[in-house]
Every structure is written in C-alpha cells, then in structure tokens.
C-alpha cells in the first residue's frame, strides 16, 4: 500500500505521548539551575572553593535522588489513576451499553457529526469491547489507555540528566580552578546550551530559547548570590 501524504506527516509528528523527554528535559533543567543558584549562594557567602565542592556534589546527589523518586511516584500515580478509571468506564459499558454508546454518539455529534452516523459509528464500536473501552476512555478522559509513560523510565531520565545539568557549574572546580565567576559563566554556557536544544523541539529559534534559559537562571543565581553575600556579611563568613 503507497504512503497517503497525511501518512508521511503523521511519520514526522514528535513524540509529545510524555515517555522519558519531559523528565530528562526537565531534570537537565533543574540540575543546572539548582546547582548554579546554590554555588551562586554559597559563593557568594565567602566560603572555599572545597566547600562549594562539597555544597554542589551534595545538592546533585540529593537533587538526583529527590527528582528521580518525585518522577517515579509522579508518574506511577498518574498511571493507577487512569487504570481506575479506565475500570470504572470497563464496569458502565458491561452494565449500561446502550446509555454509554448514545453518550459516545452525542460526543460526536456536538463535533459536527450527522446523528445517524454516529449512532451507526457508535454502534459498530460496541460490537467490539476492548476497542469501545479504548475509544470510551479516549474521548472522556483524553488519555490512551494503551499508551501510558512508564515510571520506571521517567524516574531514570530524570536522575541522570539531573546529575548532568548539576555537574556542569562544578566542572570548573573540579579541574582545579578557584573562580566561581568562571563556574557561573560555564553553568550560563550549559543553560543556554539545555535551553536552545529544547528549542529544537518546539520549533523556536535556538537563540531564544537559550536566552530564555540563561536569563530565567541567571535571575535565580542572582537571588541567591545576594542572599549567600548577605548572610555572609552578617555571620562574618570568610
């Protein structure tokens, strides 16, 4: 069978179903501002370059550890709860079929949809179970209940692309510089790097959504710097 051109888009269509992207993105993201805004802070309190090791690697591994169990339950909840509705929407289409394929015809119907067409339509999907849950479920919860993102990946991508984006500001210390201006240019590097590849997939300007990123982080490294630098004055840090 040849390829129909709207078959040959849908092949160029993202995958937006949720899986591991969102979680990765959003640990990297969260990884390089968490880090950069608490080196930011303790930096900006006076202390030694050994502690604002010390400080990084102990928010990366907390971090880590705290995004990759929060995505885990996240995700595993979201997952029970659509399997609990998809039971209750199992239970009225045994008890009540003719009620609930009248209701999936008037769905239709107020998308423009002849009446006898789609109690025909609805009709026809009744005869099948499995496939008139599948399309029940779709219409009134908006969800695919074949089609669930998966804890256990969503828990792991967070956990690791977590750990990159907080090993970025840290990179500098590391290799034996003492300049936290220099580990705070290197982590705004990283930000607008994370921000212009998550451009590419919502289709804006790479620039854009860099700067976007580096702008969003450098308010919060700011905040806190000012805040580290206050407490610091105060206490009679270094």
Same mark, same amino acid.
């Given at each position: 069978?040849?390829?129909?051109?709207?078959?040959?888009?849908?092949?160029?269509?993202?995958?937006?179903?949720?899986?591991?992207?969102?979680?990765?993105?959003?640990?990297?993201?969260?990884?390089?501002?968490?880090?950069?805004?608490?080196?930011?802070?303790?930096?900006?309190?006076?202390?030694?370059?050994?502690?604002?090791?010390?400080?990084?690697?102990?928010?990366?591994?907390?971090?880590?550890?705290?995004?990759?169990?929060?995505?885990?339950?996240?995700?595993?909840?979201?997952?029970?709860?659509?399997?609990?509705?998809?039971?209750?929407?199992?239970?009225?289409?045994?008890?009540?079929?003719?009620?609930? *394929? +009248?209701?999936? /015809?008037?769905? &239709?119907?107020?998308? $423009? %949809?002849?009446?006898? #067409?789609?109690?025909?339509? @609805?009709? =026809?999907?009744?005869?099948?179970?499995?496939?008139?849950?599948?399309?029940?479920?779709?219409?009134?919860?908006?969800?695919?209940?074949?089609?669930?993102?998966?804890?256990?990946?969503?828990?792991?991508?967070?956990?690791?692309?977590?750990?990159?984006?907080?090993?970025?500001?840290?990179?500098?210390?590391?290799?034996?510089?003492?300049?936290?201006?220099?580990?705070?240019?290197?982590?705004?590097?990283?930000?607008?790097?994370?921000?212009?590849?998550? *451009? +590419?997939?919502? /289709?804006?300007? &790479?620039?854009?959504? $860099? %700067?976007?990123?580096? #702008?969003?982080?450098?308010? @919060?490294? =700011?905040?806190?710097?000012?805040?580290?630098?206050?407490?610091?004055?105060?206490?009679?840090?270094?």
């Amino acid at each position: 069978m040849t390829d129909t051109p709207a078959a040959l888009r849908e092949a160029h269509h993202a995958d937006v179903s949720g899986g591991w992207l969102r979680p990765a993105v959003f640990g990297a993201m969260d990884g390089l501002v968490t880090n950069i805004a608490l080196i930011a802070g303790v930096g900006g309190g006076g202390v030694s370059p050994r502690s604002i090791v010390l400080t990084g690697t102990a928010g990366l591994v907390a971090g880590a550890i705290s995004m990759g169990l929060g995505e885990y339950t996240s995700v595993r909840s979201a997952n029970e709860q659509v399997a609990a509705e998809v039971a209750k929407e199992r239970r009225e289409l045994e008890r009540h079929p003719e009620a609930e *394929a +009248r209701e999936l /015809a008037e769905a &239709w119907v107020a998308r $423009g %949809l002849p009446l006898d #067409l789609a109690m025909q339509v @609805a009709e =026809a999907v009744r005869r099948n179970p499995e496939e008139a849950l599948r399309v029940h479920v779709r219409e009134e919860l908006g969800v695919d209940p074949d089609d669930q993102p998966s804890p256990w990946a969503a828990a792991i991508s967070s956990f690791l692309f977590f750990s990159v984006g907080a090993l970025v500001p840290l990179l500098t210390y590391l290799f034996g510089a003492t300049s936290l201006w220099l580990a705070l240019a290197v982590g705004g590097l990283g930000l607008f790097a994370a921000g212009a590849v998550v *451009a +590419r997939f919502t /289709a804006r300007p &790479w620039w854009s959504g $860099g %700067l976007r990123q580096l #702008l969003l982080g450098a308010a @919060a490294a =700011a905040a806190t710097y000012l805040i580290g630098a206050l407490i610091g004055v105060q206490g009679g840090i270094g």
